[in-house]
Nanobody, 119 residues
Framework: QVQLVDSGGGLVQGGGSLRLSCVAS????????MGWFRQAPGKEREFVAS????????RYADSVKGRFTISRDNAKNTVYLQMNSLKPEDTAVYYC????????????WGQGTQVTVSS
């Protein structure tokens, strides 16, 4: 099982940017499709973005399309989420997640990193 550590969250003004990182250990990241999810207070965890293990294909929630970019560097065992034009409604705890390429479900999760966007 791969272990994941999220980082990069913080407090930012609306319109600002942050870059989240997720470092994997224990297994080669290249065997895993990766995703970012978020959970705001009082709400369920929701999908934000995903990237295939080769990095060829990405997918985004409609709410972040055009503002967020997911990327990966398999040589560094790291996945990134670049977040631009942040809005107060982006405030949440962000989690990276991994699923082995033959597994339809995400089964490894980071500890989460808090993103707070002020208006």
């Amino acid at each position: 099982q791969v272990q994941l550590v999220d980082s990069g969250g913080g407090l930012v003004q609306g319109g600002g940017s942050l870059r989240l990182s997720c470092v994997a250990s224990g297994r080669a990241l290249s065997d895993y499709h990766m995703g970012w999810f978020r959970q705001a207070p009082g709400k369920e965890r929701e999908f934000v973005a995903s990237i295939t293990r080769s990095g060829d294909y990405t997918r985004y929630a409609d709410s972040v399309k055009g503002r967020f970019t997911i990327s990966r560097d398999n040589a560094k065992n790291t996945v990134y989420l670049q977040m631009n034009s942040l809005k107060p409604e982006d405030t949440a705890v962000y989690y990276c997640a991994a699923r082995y390429y033959t597994n339809p479900n995400y089964n490894s999760w980071g500890q989460g990193t808090q993103v707070t966007v002020s208006s």
